[in-house]
């Protein structure tokens, strides 16, 4: 079973926008065992979207399209699917109706323009999508299947995950598969991973490979086999080995982020976590923020873009302020101020200049207040875009991190 | 003239890293006015990527390949491009010793495997890579030329910079450009836009199309022309209607943002603001704090993720909470606290439930703060995701926007 994407719309290729849609399915793909041999993007234009679907329908099994469903004349993957498979298209009066109804709940009037994403080739199945206004769907024909999904990432993605990777399975009958175990690490970086594990990375089943993230590098073991038990079989002695060797920088599994395991280890410690930042521009707010336990474990964060500010902000004064910005006593200061304000048990200041990529910058001062002292740390990383906030963040999460371990530790 | 870009690489099939090399090259193609058509992503297979290269020089005077130009078995582009074109591949023995001189200077012995990468196709022009080991080469063939360069994202930009896109305009006599004008609005959403620029849409030069982003549509306007000046001549027009018909809903152009557009008015009428948001994770702060004049009107943002860590670090009374949580009334308590804390000209609150996408879920609370009362609003869009965050807060910051605009008036 062969399958292949097809991603509509002129602005890939006026390069506006990165196609990030191609490498999720992609990845998605290979969980229900699907080989993913093509992807092709191709731009608003009926004629050439109708030769790519034709020349996709004829090689691949499976053609996946994105984009090109909304409710503009630019909008003409439903007139290309008709035209590629020979088929009319008909004005789908249920989906009308549900259209309708969607944007009744939201207190709007449909326009005409909404009529038109609800006319689609004679004979498709509607893939209803409770996420958005973009009807998705599908049409059979010759034992060949296009699937044709909304390019807004998370309308795709839940159309695919809830429905598109079932219907595939069931249609093909897919029994093979693959089963992905990725642990996350913090604190070491992709070349000191190579160091310790570059022999398993020779395996061939499982296979284990690493990708650096902003402040986080994952190790992935990938496993093939004909069941979800025989794949667990095989990659449970290769992630005993690489956590042995990993010590204490596997902060988690899958989909984990350090924001879940931060937050979820405070709440169940039963303690609260509040934050300051200045150079972080708010990232290490948003990553508690939408940590799985955040309700319980985060009680607040501050954002901050200046000296000055923070200072205001916080009712440092002159004196906590010092003669130079940023310093480890702001820091200290700082997290003793954000535990106070929000009445927590932890407060987390991360303060340091605005651009900590250039090479004459100060460091960024780390403080971790508890109840009994402050827990200092800094950094001169210096990279720069979001690898560098990445980097920076999730510094100061695993400061909490490994103090929260400690505490949860029996004591002697 | 029309261009197709190829990338080569399994680890694209896969999904293991998302192809960020053919947006950057689409972006430069235009600026030499080079249409581009297709983008292809195939894997490392001979026969497939044999067949991708022949279909693409049969429809495209111009194709760019990148990737697989390694010195590994895997790394197929060399004999597939000799395939394509029905050459020989030929061992290049000047390209042999400036590989093993680039070694050299670093220490290291060349391998067979490096020698691989001096086999090309007969009649292939080397392009020489000063940033790395991957020769890369073109080809010309009836009129077609197929170029390829190594997909090493560094490695490939230098070479496009400053050995491809010089050869293309020469080679082709390309005189033309393409000149692109971003409009970029808020709180108006695709469709309804479409009602009133559709008749817009179907002109062909220059050419008007939209885009949805999370909480914004932009609006672009692209022209083919000999000159920049004939370009911004062509676009001169179609702006002025566009922004006539789109009254108010457009906040700025190109690469602005709204916090962008927000903090530079505020900071220019020398006002600062501060935030605290409760559903949407941080972003309020986070986009604030990107926005271009942060430093000066950015007085500081809060984020909360429950109504007890509001009530708490807003010092909030239960009389101020009262019965029922979200509510306008904790919005305006909030956005005035916010204000009064922050020291802050104006003070923004966002408060609302913690999953607005569910359809029972209450109102999110808009409150901004003045010297003189509060201007309330509410959003009940309930769409998930980033797209229903990006709304929220650009609602948010939109009411700022049109807060300062109107302050900025000159007074009756």
């Given amino acids: 079973m062969q399958a292949e994407i097809v ?7 006026l390069g506006e926008i990165v196609d990030t849609n191609s490498a999720w399915i992609a990845q998605r793909l290979t969980t229900i065992g699907m080989n993913l041999f093509y992807t092709v993007t191709v731009g608003d234009n009926l004629q050439r979207i109708t030769d790519v679907l034709r020349a996709s329908m004829g090689r691949s099994d499976v053609v996946i399209t994105t984009g090109g469903l909304g409710p503009t004349v630019d909008d003409m993957t439903r007139e290309a699917v008709a035209a590629a498979a ?11 109706q549900e259209i309708a109804a ?13 009529r038109r994403q609800a006319q689609l080739p004679a004979g498709a199945t509607v893939i209803h999508n409770p996420v958005g206004t973009a009807p998705a769907f599908y049409v059979e024909q010759n034992d060949h299947v296009i699937i044709c999904l909304p390019g807004v990432p998370h309308e795709m993605r839940y159309l695919m995950e809830h429905e598109v990777l079932p219907y595939l399975q069931q249609r093909f009958g897919l029994q093979g598969m693959i089963r992905i175990r990725i642990l996350r690490t913090c604190g070491i970086g992709e070349s000191a991973i190579d160091t310790r594990i570059g022999d398993l990375m020779e395996m061939s089943n499982p296979t284990v ?12 073991i990938t496993a093939k086999a004909e069941t979800e038990a025989e794949a667990l079989t095989l990659i449970e002695p290769v992630e005993r080995e690489l956590r042995e060797r990993l010590d204490g920088y596997v902060f988690g599994v899958d989909t984990e982020t350090l924001a879940d395991v931060v937050t979820t280890m405070l709440a169940d410690a039963g303690l609260t976590l509040a934050v300051v930042e200045t150079t972080t521009h708010g990232e290490l707010s948003h990553q508690l923020s939408d940590g799985r336990s955040a309700a319980a474990a985060f009680a607040g964060g501050m954002t901050f873009t200046s000296a000055e500010g923070l200072a205001r902000g916080l009712r440092l004064t002159p004196e906590a302020m010092g003669r130079e910005y940023p310093s480890q006593a ?5 997290a003793q101020a954000a535990r106070a304000a929000y009445g927590a ?7 340091g200049p605005d651009d900590p990529a250039r090479p004459d910058s100060p460091p960024v001062f780390y403080s971790l207040a508890l109840a009994d002292g402050v827990i200092q740390g800094e950094s001169r990383q210096g990279r720069a875009g979001p690898s560098g906030m990445g980097w920076l963040v999730h510094l100061g999460l695993d400061m909490v991190r490994r103090q929260t371990m400690q505490d949860a530790l029996p004591r002697a």
């Fill in 86 to 96: 020979d088929r009319e298209l008909v004005l789908d009066e249920e989906l009308v």
């Fill in 102 to 114: 969607y944007f009744a709940r939201r207190g709007y009037t449909m326009t005409d323009n909404n």
């Fill in 7 to 13: 991603t509509i719309g002129t602005e890939l290729l």
């Fill in 345 to 351: 048990d932890l407060g987390l200041a991360l303060v």
């Fill in 330 to 334: 702001i820091a200290d200061a700082a």
């Fill in 209 to 220: 490979g690493t990708a650096a993230h902003p402040g986080q590098t994952d190790v992935r």
